[in-house]
């Protein structure tokens, strides 16, 4: 007599040897050892950022002459390191209140235009059938395989050329000046950053409930409403682990606010700075440890406030079933 296996059964064999490895890798990295490895790995993680923060609080003799780490033999602290790269009135110091204002103007609009833009894309792409689609999904996700740098001198171009076709001028030359220049940095983060923000944006989108969309247009919702009241308190992780990622990139660029903004003092960010308050000769490098961890307070306080939401998102955005 032959006796059949039923199909549910087949599924639960199939899947108990996926289940417990699973549980295996689970106890694993929840042991004890996984736990202090993780430990120390931040400890290690963290010690460079602990000796910055260390060394921005030494006198200048201090750092110049002894290591860091001297600091809990001899503690010696001031706070004119501070007081010099913040509020310094000399040329030589660092006056970084102004250029901190220019990082924020830099940033929150180069985060928020891709935002706008990436998540309308996104959901146009994922919900709304039109020929060419998936045609127009694959050339937006190929264009994060182009080098940031191979678009700048193009880039340039159009903003002091503007742009021509057969000798008929599309678009004039921008000619900006001054505070005007925040306008192409803008510009230029928010196309560089689209490709990976509609394909993040894409991907979390497309896992939607099917069902939840029919539901919605059955009751007369059109796109616009369906957007804004279902799809955008659904993605909030996702956009969240982008406005992190994006946020952080921003505010530490130095190669594109330097290109497209400036080097002056209207429209320089924090980066463009740092860069300069070492000196013409390097002598003056007390003022980078101060300067520096002044520039990773925002980011910091950002990052951590937003951590969840930022591992949430792109898991969820990069991973399907």
Not at 89 to 100: D, E, I, M, P
Not at 177 to 188: L, M, P, R, S, T
Not at 301 to 311: M, W
Request: charge should be positive; hydrophobic fraction near 55%; include cysteine.
């Amino acid at each position: 007599m032959t006796t059949t296996t039923p199909p549910a059964a087949i599924g639960t064999q199939a899947t108990e040897p996926r289940s417990t490895r699973a549980a295996r890798v689970g106890r694993r990295l929840n042991s004890r050892i996984a736990t202090l490895v993780a430990i120390v790995i931040a400890i290690v993680w963290t010690i460079p950022t602990f000796g910055l923060f260390v060394s921005s609080l030494r006198p200048e003799a201090e750092i110049k002459t002894t290591g860091w780490w001297n600091f809990f033999s001899n503690p010696e602290f001031t706070l004119e390191n501070y007081q010099d790269v913040l509020f310094g009135q000399s040329s030589s110091s660092g006056q970084l209140a102004n250029y901190f204002i220019n990082s924020l103007v830099i940033t929150l609009p180069s985060v928020l235009f891709p935002l706008a833009f990436a998540s309308l894309a996104a959901y146009a792409l994922a919900w709304m059938n039109f020929r060419g689609r998936d045609w127009v999904y694959i050339g937006i996700f190929a264009l994060q395989i182009v080098p940031l740098q191979m678009a700048l001198v193009p880039l340039l171009s159009f903003f002091s050329r503007g742009l021509s076709l057969g000798g008929v001028t599309l678009m004039p030359a921008w000619n900006l000046d001054g505070a005007q220049n925040f306008a192409q940095v803008w510009f230029a983060h928010t196309c560089f950053a689209l490709p990976f923000a509609v394909f993040l944006l894409h991907n979390f989108m497309s896992q939607l409930p099917k069902d939840l969309m029919e539901a919605a247009r059955v009751d007369g919702a059109s796109h616009p409403r369906i957007f804004r009241t279902i799809v955008l308190p659904l993605i909030a992780p996702a956009l969240a682990a982008f406005g992190i990622f994006q946020f952080l990139w921003v505010w530490n660029d130095l190669l594109v606010a330097l290109i497209f903004a400036g080097g002056s003092e209207v429209t320089a960010p924090l980066t463009v700075r740092l860069a300069e308050l070492a000196g013409t000769r390097g002598n003056e490098w007390q003022r980078l440890t101060a300067g520096a961890f002044v520039s990773i307070v925002v980011p910091l306080l950002v990052f951590l406030s937003l951590q969840r939401y930022f591992v949430r998102g792109l898991l969820t955005g990069s991973v399907k079933g």
